[in-house]
């Protein structure tokens, strides 16, 4: 099976800059990705990690680290758009009918004051 | 494109009765997938589909069937509704793979949701 950890909630004021990390336990693993949620929307991809290292993406930047089974996403110049919820998701590897699977974490709540 | 959709937005439905959420995409996507979120749980994988004609469990699957019988279609079905089904249910969709290498990775397009209430 697979289970992940990430904080519940993280409040930070704009122009900050926001680590929201995630710990994964997984029977295998493809990759690291994350995904945004506004209050009543549907979640949207921002980036996917399968190799060590970050990738950036604008203000946003993933990060991770295989060998301690733990990633981050940063969030940086924090707008008061960027108030939502925030996914990581493990790859499944599986049999070949699971190159999509994902199983995801309970989400980080990111709330932006002024 | 219209991406993908759901019908219907909100539902609510007494214990016992049954109803189906329909999903469709547009983008000729092969993997389809029916997810519920609830507080606090994230999103959880109901039922999924590697292609037409095929289903197969995810991690919560008790109480829903599915079926795809057209590519572009994915439908949810709950035959005796109970107040545990009471969710905000998702569908996705995602291009298959051509190699399914550690690096390629196809994100995954979402609906923008079905409220359903079971009382």
């Known amino acids: 099976g697979q289970s992940l950890e990430q904080p519940s909630e993280v409040t930070a004021v704009e122009g900050a800059i926001v680590q929201i990390n995630c710990t994964y336990q997984t029977s295998g693993f493809y990759g690291l990705s994350w995904y945004q949620q506004h209050d009543g929307g549907a979640p949207t991809f921002l980036s996917y990690?399968?190799?060590?290292g970050l990738e950036e993406t604008g203000r946003f930047s993933s990060f991770l680290s295989r060998s301690d089974s733990y990633g981050y996403l940063l969030l940086q110049e924090l707008q008061m758009k960027d108030s939502a919820s925030y996914f990581c998701a493990v790859r499944d590897l599986g049999t070949t009918d699971s190159w999509g699977k994902l199983q995801f974490g309970a989400g980080t709540q990111v709330v932006v004051t002024p | 494109n219209a991406g993908v959709t759901q019908t219907p937005k909100f539902r609510v439905l007494k214990t016992g009765q049954s109803m189906t959420l329909l999903c469709a995409q547009d983008?000729?996507?092969?993997?389809m997938y029916w997810y519920r979120q609830d507080p606090g749980m994230g999103l959880r994988l109901i039922h999924y589909s590697v292609g037409e004609g095929t289903t197969a469990k995810g991690e919560v699957p008790d109480g829903y069937n599915v079926s795809r019988l057209k590519k572009q279609n994915f439908l949810l079905g709950l035959e005796s509704a109970a107040p545990s089904q009471t969710s905000v249910y998702f569908c996705?969709?995602?291009?298959?793979?051509?190699?399914?290498?550690?690096?390629?990775?196809?994100?995954?397009?979402f609906g923008p949701g079905t409220r359903l209430t079971v009382l």
């Open positions: 983008m000729n996507h092969e993997y």
């Open positions: 990690n399968a190799l060590d």
């Open positions: 996705a969709s995602s291009y298959q793979s051509a190699s399914g290498g550690l690096s390629s990775y196809n994100e995954q397009f």
